[in-house]
């Protein structure tokens, strides 16, 4: 079945460190990739919706800046936290889909540790 | 922000025994997808039910969805331990983007 590749699976930094993350479709092209954040025992928040060739559209409250999102292919959407501090410390997960009416397909989470 | 409710936020059973977990949404909807996540893991897809249907089967899981209701519903039979983890309920209005619910944590004891 399709299956979607995130990179690290652990990252811990220092403050003021920037972390990129990659997020791969395997054996399928992803027009549409998405970026959650997990906090402990929470639920999934999305953040941004990741498009080809075009920008992310980022939810309420996300900050653009800090959560800076590429797409530049089908099968490849990279989440870079642009100096981290500990409050950016969290789970982060990607997903993505063959298309509306289909299960997503996620990562398997990349955890973030800001010393 | 998130739309759905889900109930039990916890439940705690005996293995074979059955689990159920409700989910509430408030917007209308294309489908429902139940999403299993071991502690610290991704989600792994379950069951997806599209909104003109009204229950589903896979294996020991079956979904119900009422659209008139709101709700849907996971049922779990003959629980086995390996069953312990969190699940989710995912709703999807349009464009494949999912609003997840708070989720259940579902232990299950040997």
């Known amino acids: 079945g399709a299956v979607v590749s995130q990179h690290p699976s652990r990252v811990i930094c220092k403050s003021g460190t920037s972390v990129k993350i990659e997020c791969r479709s395997l054996?399928?092209?992803?027009?549409?990739m998405f970026w959650y954040r997990q906090f402990p025992k929470q639920s999934l928040m999305l953040m941004a919706t990741?498009?080809?060739?075009?920008?992310?559209?980022?939810e309420q409250g996300v900050e653009k800046d800090k959560f800076l999102i590429n797409h530049a292919s089908l099968t490849l959407s990279t989440l870079t936290v642009t100096s981290a501090h500990p409050e950016d410390s969290s789970f982060y997960i990607c997903s993505a889909g063959d298309g509306g009416n289909q299960p997503q397909h996620f990562g398997d989470g990349t955890r973030l540790s800001i010393l | 922000s998130q739309q759905g409710e889900e109930d039990p936020q916890a439940l705690s059973i005996q293995e074979g025994e059955n689990a159920t977990m409700n989910c509430s949404y408030k917007t209308s909807i294309n489908n429902l997808q139940w999403y299993r996540q071991n502690s610290g893991r991704g989600l792994v897809h379950l069951i997806l039910?599209?909104?003109?249907?009204r229950e589903k089967h896979s294996g020991r899981l079956r979904v119900t969805l009422d659209t008139s209701k709101k709700s849907s519903s996971l049922l779990i039979t003959a629980s086995r331990a390996a069953d312990t983890a969190s699940y989710f309920c995912a709703t999807e209005a349009s464009g494949s983007r999912l609003t997840f619910g708070e989720g259940t944590q579902l232990t299950v004891n040997p």
């Open positions: 039910i599209r909104s003109n249907e």
């Open positions: 054996d399928f092209q992803a027009t549409t």
């Open positions: 990741s498009n080809e060739g075009s920008k992310a559209t980022y």
